[in-house]
Nanobody, 117 residues
Framework: QVQLVESGGGLVQAGGSLSISCAAS????????MGWYRQPPGKQRELVAH???????VYADSVKGRFTISRDNGKNTVYLQMNSLKPEDTAVYYC???????????WGQGTQVTVSS
C-alpha cells in the first residue's frame, strides 16, 4: 500500500506564490509518476502537472509558465511551486502517484489552496 501526505497550501493573495509538497511512503517502488490534480469548487478534478520517474513533466495549459513541478526521489517527495497565482487557481489540490508499469494509482487526502482577489 502507498500513503501520500500533502503539506503546504493555505490562503494567498492574487499574484502571490505558494508551494505544496507530497511525501509518499509504503510500497512505493521506483517506477512511478507523481503529480498534482485539483478540484475547484463545483467542478471536476483536473490535472495540474505530473512528472515521470525519468523526470519528464507535463503541465495543464492553464498553469504553464506559472507552476513548476519537481521531485526528490531520495525523499519520495513531489513539489509544486505555484507563482503568479490567480483566483481561478483556488481548489483542493490532490497528490497522485501512478505505478508506471501497472497503472495502479493512489491519491492523497488533498490540501486547500485559496487565492483571494
Amino acid at each position: 500500500q502507498v500513503q501520500l501526505v500533502e503539506s503546504g497550501g493555505g490562503l494567498v493573495q492574487a499574484g502571490g506564490s505558494l508551494s505544496i509538497s507530497c511525501a509518499a511512503s509504503g510500497s512505493i517502488g521506483s517506477r512511478n509518476a507523481m503529480g498534482w490534480y485539483r478540484q475547484p469548487p463545483g467542478k471536476q478534478r483536473e490535472l495540474v502537472a505530473h512528472i515521470t520517474s525519468g523526470g519528464t513533466s507535463v503541465y495543464a495549459d492553464s498553469v504553464k509558465g506559472r507552476f513548476t513541478i519537481s521531485r526528490d526521489n531520495g525523499k519520495n517527495t513531489v513539489y509544486l511551486q505555484m507563482n503568479s497565482l490567480k483566483p481561478e487557481d483556488t481548489a483542493v489540490y490532490y497528490c497522485h502517484l501512478r505505478r508506471e508499469l501497472t497503472g495502479v494509482a493512489y491519491w492523497g487526502q488533498g490540501t486547500q489552496v485559496t487565492v483571494s482577489s
